[in-house]
């Protein structure tokens, strides 16, 4: 009786704790049509101070969060639309959104939170409404189509994370309702559970056979890519040849496969952003293959790095557009002022389904000067190439200074064996 008892409050307590995450629907409208629609649950992990020590809670979006219709906005164009959801007193969550025409993203992700609410924040040593930001979001989506992932996904924002599940929204929307096209995210294509696509059946997702190694396509042709500012000045230069490893479900041969496929420069356009301390570069070939560089600068150490690689393909024999996307990476790592190279070929790993394979490639992402590349800071690759001929050089000039040295002895020793008459 005691056991029954137990596993009844424990029932309780679990759908006490389920039904503290609900999902909540979430629109911005112009007029009378929807530009963004979300449907979504989300939590926060947030950390904060107390007198004597840090405290972490957890925190669900509630059923009763609203839009904030004087922060929200309707954008065309290439000014972003703004979805802003306010909950409980002084907390909020703002996800911006931007389009090229072929895809929409989710291009910055902020929660605001007030740490004078006693009901979340006991004991919190400020009473502040503390902002935090992530510029490297990852959540894109072909335009015309709804973004899903059902799959848990977190996002970090400074000292909070922020976790989405059992999401869909689409934004920039032609109708007042979700588009019943699906673009499904990396971690749903990998699972059995997710439900599937509009126009996939859910046994052509779950099928697990091996991927047979993909046929070299040959080394990709470097391209020359670019972004402006609005006084025709250059702020992000990169010179590269790019190559995608991506695993994906084939439609025509019911397996998954592994494909090897080269960017090629004439038919690749550029676009993005440059920001103080972010910067980003889309490259879009013929509206089937999107990539996004984001890369992160570090004011305190003056460091660059590449933080973020998204990647969606709209490739006709997949069941779903492949999107993939890391917005956690630590590549390309240089001095501000300075050019990144490494002419060897690199393999940058993104998700266990998709890395990028870069060739004589060279990037600055921030002060760019005189339209060109500043000093380089070369890869270790690239360093240990060039260790390797000096390594020879100096072995070949020590063996002819010993051969040298040698000679010269017996040359001595041979004379010290004559005497004068």
């Known amino acids: ?59 669900p979006l509630p059923d009763s969060t609203t839009v904030d219709t004087g922060s929200s906005s309707c954008s065309t164009g290439d000014r972003s639309s703004w979805l802003v959801a306010v909950f409980g007193p002084g907390h909020a969550l703002r996800l911006s959104f931007s389009t090229n025409g072929s895809l929409y993203s989710v291009t910055n992700l902020t929660l605001q939170y007030n740490l004078s609410d006693t009901s979340i924040f006991p004991e919190a040593k400020s009473s502040d409404v503390v902002t935090v930001v992530s510029d490297s979001v990852g959540i894109w989506a072909t ?35 979700l588009s019943p096209t699906e673009s499904v995210c990396m971690a749903d ?26 046929t070299p396509p040959g080394t990709p042709e470097r391209g020359t ?60 070939q013929e509206q089937t293959i999107t ?25 006709s024999d997949a069941t779903a557009p492949v999107t993939a996307s890391n917005t956690s990476l630590d590549y390309l790592r240089s001095t501000l002022g300075r050019s990144y190279m490494c002419n ?22 921030f002060e760019v000067t005189t339209n060109q590349f500043a000093t380089a800071e070369e890869c270790r690759m690239d360093q240990d190439q060039m260790l390797i001929p000096i390594i020879v050089g100096a072995a070949l000039a020590g063996l002819v200074l010993i051969v040298l040295i040698a000679y010269l002895i017996g040359r001595k020793r041979s004379h010290a064996g004559y005497q004068t008459i």
């Open 1 to 59: 009786m005691k056991l029954s008892h137990a596993l009844a409050a424990l029932i309780i307590a679990w759908f006490a704790v389920l039904g503290c995450i609900q999902a909540v629907t979430l629109e911005v409208n112009d007029g009378n049509s929807t530009c963004i629609k979300a449907e979504l649950s989300a939590s926060f992990s947030i950390t904060y101070n107390t007198s004597n020590s840090t405290r972490t809670v957890q925190v």
């Open 143 to 177: 335009s015309n189509t709804t973004y899903r992932c059902v799959s848990p996904t977190t996002f970090g924002l400074g000292g909070a994370t922020v976790t989405f599940s059992d999401m869909r929204l689409e934004a920039y929307m032609p109708g007042n309702d």
């Open 189 to 214: 294509q990998g699972s059995t559970t997710a439900p599937p696509t509009t126009a996939t059946p859910t046994t052509a997702r779950t099928t697990t056979t091996a991927a047979p190694a993909p």
């Open 225 to 284: 890519y670019s972004l402006i500012k609005n006084n025709n000045t250059v702020c992000l230069l990169a010179q590269m040849g790019l190559q995608l490893n991506v695993s994906y479900f084939s439609l025509s041969q019911n397996k998954t496969i592994q494909e090897l496929v080269n960017l090629t420069p004439n038919l690749t356009s550029a676009s993005g952003s440059c920001e103080a301390s972010s910067a980003s570069l889309v490259l879009t």
């Open 291 to 315: 990539l996004n560089f984001t890369f992160t600068l570090n004011s305190t150490s003056n460091k660059y790095h590449l933080s973020g690689i998204t990647l969606l393909a709209n490739w």
């Open 344 to 365: 060897a070929e690199q393999t940058l790993a993104v998700v266990p389904a998709f890395s990028l394979n870069t060739f004589r490639l060279q990037v600055q992402p």
